[in-house]
């Protein structure tokens, strides 16, 4: 392996930490307070501070994720479902279903937010739920691979 990995991996971490972190505070603090409220301003209002820097943690998360995929296993090896190597595809997958949905999220949810739409609350709530869990399997995944199962 390139020994620039250990470096790669610890930025990845640090990386994936502002996005993966983020989202539990986010699901652990503005959306009880939104449930509570029955409003969804304060999950706007987290957004609204916090959207950026986890977006690029996400994206240098990602790089540096490929970075590592590639040389651990070659690419034709990442969608051996089954196969240790195969846990990257499955990785791979996991994300890109995370960025559709918050791409959804921030396309169509978001504005209906500031806007003041009542009727966006409980899909609001249903998108924080569903990016908080897809975003916990990526370092589940993560240590999948580096573990070998």
Do not use: C
Request: glycine share 8%; no cysteine.
């Amino acid at each position: 392996m390139d020994s620039l990995y250990p470096v790669i991996q610890l930025i990845h971490v640090l990386a994936a930490s502002m996005w993966v972190g983020s989202h539990l505070i986010l699901a652990t603090g503005p959306l009880v307070r939104a449930l509570r409220l029955r409003d969804s301003r304060p999950v706007l209002e987290f957004y609204r501070a916090i959207a950026w820097p986890a977006t690029i943690g996400l994206l240098v998360a990602a790089l540096t994720g490929l970075y590592m995929a590639y040389l651990r296993a070659s690419p034709s090896e990442w969608f051996s479902f089954g196969e240790p190597a195969g846990r990257i595809g499955e990785k791979i997958l996991t994300f890109i279903v995370l960025l559709l949905i918050s791409g959804y999220a921030h396309a169509r949810i978001v504005p209906e937010m500031r806007q003041g739409n009542p009727g966006v609350f409980w899909r609001a709530i249903l998108f924080v739920v569903i990016a908080t869990l897809l975003s916990l399997a990526l370092p589940l995944l993560g240590l999948m691979i580096r573990y070998g199962f």
